[in-house]
């Protein structure tokens, strides 16, 4: 406890408060657009507990499984959004939060932590190993694969457009077993860089545990509260569920990614910072969509691979342009500009869906 400055100490009360509040304003009816926007809040701060505790553990641990565990209980919050919006029949919500993490970490987080890095870097290049990329692009590609084959599918009506459930199952399994492979084999191999320490004093483990617990159930809670204003509060500000689900949870429920990421890269940790993006690209396209899509079985909207063609464009396109800018193990001021470019116009088109 003596590890964690004044200035976390005071962070901590405050997100507690926030967390009390959200509860309170839902338990009253407040106006849903005030419950939505301190349940996002709330949100984004337990997300910020994760990234706390999860650093301090993870400087017992390699940056390889650092990077595995922060994106793992960086997920947490919108595994709960998901979840909820699924049992409440949000299916346009999940759907766009799912991709809308998917997009706002391979494009927006990944972006600013590769602006940071080259910033802070001498000569103005941010450099770190090309595997995790490229590996990365692979399981992309991999999902994007299954989503494709769905989205065509469904356009022309074919006979197997009529078990879009059935195959969203077994491409979720694929998707799972591909990635356990690729995880078994990642953690076990030695990682180039592997010398970056992680800095800073580390939390007592019991401390940090507690606080994942504590954060894991406050995220619970409020992904309740938040889900259950999201309509009322869409219609108050008249924009649409796929913007509210792509953009504004997709942020808030990544806030570990768009905290950790950046400052890691900004303090030159560049191998540690593409981990924990990269990681979390990965773990949403191959883990947690294909995890969301099995637990959907038990809801009476299950979830599947099919969707939109614009955002079945937009996945292949991102997947194309995370290997093409970060497959050579190095990137510059310009392509972060680039992909945070990407995300912008990709939120301003769905505000307009």
Excluded at 171 to 178: D, I, R
Excluded at 209 to 219: E, F, Y
Excluded at 286 to 297: E, G, K, M, N, T
């Amino acid at each position: 406890m003596n590890a964690l400055s004044r200035r976390s100490q005071l962070g901590i009360l405050l997100i507690l408060v926030t967390t009390i509040v959200a509860g309170a304003l839902d338990a009253a009816a407040a106006t849903p657009v005030v419950v939505f926007g301190v349940s996002a809040a709330a949100l984004a701060g337990l997300a910020w507990i994760v990234a706390l505790a999860t650093e301090s553990v993870g400087t017992r641990l390699s940056p390889a499984a650092t990077g595995v565990l922060q994106s793992t209980l960086g997920n947490l919050p919108e595994l709960f959004v998901v979840l909820f919006a699924l049992r409440a029949g949000e299916t346009v919500v999940a759907q766009t939060s799912i991709i809308g993490s998917l997009f706002a970490n391979a494009l927006l987080v990944l972006g600013l932590a590769i602006m940071a890095g080259s910033f802070r870097a001498g000569d103005g290049v941010m450099r770190f190993g090309r595997k995790l990329p490229n590996d990365t692009s692979t399981l992309l590609i991999l999902a994007v694969f299954i989503i494709v084959l769905l989205g065509v599918s469904d356009t022309v009506g074919d006979r197997a457009s009529h078990h879009q459930q059935a195959i969203s199952v077994v491409g979720a399994c694929v998707l799972l077993a591909v990635y356990g492979s690729w995880l078994w084999g990642y953690l076990r191999q030695p990682h180039e860089h592997e010398e970056e320490s992680h800095g800073g004093a580390a939390l007592p483990i019991g401390f940090s545990v507690a606080l994942l617990v504590g954060a894991g159930v406050g995220a619970a809670l409020v992904s309740d509260w938040f889900v259950s204003s999201i309509s009322p509060a869409a219609e108050s500000l008249h924009v649409s569920k796929s913007f509210v689900g792509l953009v504004v949870v997709a942020i808030a429920g990544n806030a570990v990614e768009n905290v950790a990421g950046i400052f890691l890269a900004w303090k030159g940790k560049s191998e540690l910072a593409v981990s924990v993006v990269k990681n979390s690209v990965s773990q949403i396209a191959v883990f947690l969509f294909p995890v969301l899509v099995l637990l959907s079985l038990f809801f009476a909207t299950p979830l599947t691979f099919v969707m939109l063609p614009v955002y079945i464009a937009a996945l292949l396109l991102t997947a194309i342009a995370v290997w093409q800018i970060t497959g050579d193990g190095e990137a510059t001021m310009f392509e972060g500009a680039a992909l945070v470019g990407l995300y912008v116009l990709l939120a301003v088109l769905t505000f307009y869906e």
